[in-house]
């Protein structure tokens, strides 16, 4: 399976312009700034509550929102700014909503874990583990009731497969055909038990099987591979047979959250996936197999660099929610 | 005595009760090697192994349902929710099986379960993780609710719940782990369910609570005092059992009572005390009954929005000023 996979990955590398190869690289390049920022605001006490960063784990956003359309939903989890940025989302809107302001992306209400826009089709980081799963199929419903032409990327950590709402949206997604991709972000931990502490099948992509609905395990650091094996499933999901499962294998290169100094596992083990690092390989690919000069990708570093900065400042200087409206919004006449 | 803060004081309660019962055991996400999201079980794994400090998948409803079944079995479950907002998960474990089993099975089976949890708000977690959900388990017959508010209770209680027979929702404030007081090392110190303590003795107006609140209502009790005004502060320690008694001996003597709790205002534990007090005093009344707490909204995450949607001192001294 392994080199099928490796072979349809080529082909896709071969498919993509350079353009859209750089928008990826772009994209990766983003998010990580984007977190390291975000880690150092936290430090400064400008972010506070729980934050969980997506470090090192780029590539499974980046690629498999390119391989959705721009019409096609995204549900994720309180690991999401790097979702929510790859669905288009502004870094300001983003930022602001971390720093608890009006400009948010959720008004300053929802903060790192809560993030949401309609328009994008964004719907959604949800802190319950589990908790997106049976959202995302309830979207699908919608779309495959209103036949829309739309499918539904649903992300989650490993530490969802032993709860009952994974088990209950495979079976009915499946039962159903609903137009809907689960990808398991497989970062090998929850918070810091080990998935074969955690799960009684460590091949997380098996859990398929006893679902009727195809199952695969990509290379999470590797950004076209993700790819590749979201658009294969969404046109499944789009000719109406029904949902996928994906486990992205990966890792996530800070602490649970930023409250965790992620004592749990060793320096060697974190050294090695260090050394996958999915930006630093794309880059090289981009480099020595698509010919692009250095200083191109150097300028697209710079630039998103700029980006993540006035991201900071437009959070900073933005007004905080009114008290008054503490109570607006809890129902829709408000 | 030792000083010791209220995490600490929980370990203690589970070490000294797993070494006097082998039937005591733990099972949560991360209590073990992770040694809790709120470092209550730090230490448990490497002192007494993983037979009896259990890590389990995320998994709530099925990590309460076998504590019941284990419960059943004859053992002693320590059950941790990492954070309360996860037990609505588990929620039909707890009120149809946990809080049914020994009623519906004509008193024949026994559900002796603790099942510990962290709640409360005012650390910028959002909506979904800020939550006190006391008056849910409050509502529900045949299960147990216990609020601790300082170490000694925290440690004196937890033993107690280990002891009786009953399955416990106990609910830890997520505010108060930090916080120290004077605890009885005595491995046989235990709080009783079901009797509240007056913290503080006063004659103008009754001031009622439990969890992190109480200590709120023990900062304006002295902002009161400041202004002249005599507050009498209970600690109710359990909302099920509820020592109503204890609160209408006070408005007896008061005959002005405001209830303070971090839950949502509407449908709070605040109006079930409140009706109480109206009930069994309502002759002895000079005011209305206030309530202070939560403002009606999902938690929001800004800062500020946040402090104004959480009870606080100020508001107390402004409830009392309203009865007084
Ligand atoms: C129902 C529920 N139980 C427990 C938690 C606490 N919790 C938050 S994240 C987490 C670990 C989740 O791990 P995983 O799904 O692998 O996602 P990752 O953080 O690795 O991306 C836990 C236990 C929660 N948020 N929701
Ligand atoms: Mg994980």
Redesign the interface.
């Known amino acids: 399976m392994a080199l099928e996979r490796e072979r349809l990955a080529e082909r896709a590398m071969h498919r993509l312009a350079e353009g859209e190869l750089l928008e990826l690289y772009r994209l990766m390049t983003l998010i990580r700034r984007f977190e390291d920022k975000v880690a150092e605001m936290y430090t400064r006490g400008k972010i506070t509550g729980f934050c969980h960063l997506y470090a090192g784990e780029e590539a499974i956003a980046v690629g498999a929102i390119h391989g959705l359309y721009d019409k096609d939903y995204v549900v994720s989890t309180y690991r999401e700014h790097g979702h929510c940025l790859a669905k288009g989302a502004s870094p300001r809107a983003v930022m602001a909503e971390l720093f608890g302001k009006a400009t948010g992306i959720s008004k300053g209400r929802g903060g790192s874990m809560h993030l949401f826009d309609p328009v994008l089709r964004f719907m959604g980081g949800y802190a319950i583990v589990g908790g997106g799963l049976p959202i995302a199929t309830g979207l699908a419903l919608s779309i495959a009731y209103k036949e829309d032409p739309e499918v539904v990327c649903c992300f989650f950590g490993d530490g969802a497969l032993p709860q009952g709402a994974f088990h209950e949206s495979l079976n009915m997604a499946s039962l159903w055909k609903l137009p809907v991709i689960f990808v398991c972000e497989n970062n090998f931990y929850g918070m810091g038990t080990l998935v074969q502490n955690a799960i009684c099948q460590e091949e997380l992509y098996r859990f398929a099987d006893p679902y009727k609905i195809p199952g695969v395990r990509v290379d999470g650091m590797d950004v076209i591979e993700v790819y590749a094996a979201v658009s294969e499933a969404a046109a499944r999901a789009r000719e109406g047979k029904g949902p996928s499962l994906i486990e992205a294998i990966t890792y996530r290169f800070r602490g649970h959250s930023m409250s965790d100094p992620a004592e749990y596992r060793s320096k060697r083990e974190e050294r090695i996936w260090q050394e996958r690092d999915p930006i630093k390989r794309f880059r090289n690919l981009l480099l020595h197999e698509r010919r692009i000069a250095p200083a191109v990708l150097d300028k697209i570093d710079q630039e998103e660099a700029a980006v993540v900065d006035d991201a900071v400042k437009f959070a900073d200087e933005s007004p905080e929610p009114p008290l008054s409206e503490l109570t607006k919004n809890v129902y829709v006449e408000d | 005595m030792a000083l010791i803060t209220y995490r600490e004081a929980l370990n203690q309660a589970l070490r000294e009760e797993l070494d006097r019962d082998e039937r005591v055991f733990i099972m949560g ?2 209590v073990g ?2 040694g809790g ?1 709120f470092k209550v079980t730090d230490g448990l794994i490497a002192a007494y192994g993983e037979k009896r400090v259990r ?5 709530e ?2 990590i309460v349902g076998a504590g019941v079944g284990a419960a059943m079995g004859g053992l002693r479950p320590v059950v941790e929710l990492m954070t309360i ?2 037990a ?2 588990a929620i039909d474990q707890i009120v149809n099986t946990a809080a049914k089993a020994r009623y519906m099975f004509g008193g024949q089976a026994k559900v002796p379960l603790v099942i510990r949890a962290p709640q409360g708000g005012g ?7 800020s939550q006190s959900l006391e008056a849910y388990f409050l509502h529900c017959p045949g299960i147990r609710v216990a609020v601790p508010a300082t170490a000694a209770d925290a440690k004196g209680m937890l033993k107690y719940a280990l002891r009786q027979e009953d399955p416990v929702m106990f609910l830890e404030h997520e505010s108060l782990y930090g916080l120290k007081g004077e605890v009885p090392e005595d491995g046989e110190y235990l709080v009783p369910f079901g009797k509240a303590n007056v913290l503080r003795e006063g004659k103008d107006v009754t001031i009622v609570s439990y969890s992190k609140t109480v200590h709120d209502s023990l900062k304006a009790a002295e902002t009161l005092e400041n202004q002249g005004t005599d507050a009498e502060v209970i600690d109710l320690r359990t909302l099920n059992p509820l020592d109503i008694g204890t609160v209408i001996q006070s408005v007896k003597k008061t005959a002005r009572a405001v209830v303070v709790y971090e839950g949502w205002l509407t449908g709070g534990a605040g109006a079930e005390i409140a009706s109480r007090i109206y009930e069994a005093a309502f002759d002895d009344l000079d005011a209305p009954v206030q309530r202070v707490a939560s ?4 938690m ?6 946040e402090a ?2 959480l009870p606080s001192p100020g508001q107390i001294v402004q409830a009392v000023e309203r009865v007084m």
């Open positions: 996400e991360e090697y992770f999201a890590d389990t998948p995320i998994s409803l099925t907002n996860f609505l998960l650390h910028q977690l959002g909506a979904q993780h403002a009606d909204v999902p929001p995450y800004n800062r500020h929005l104004a949607a």
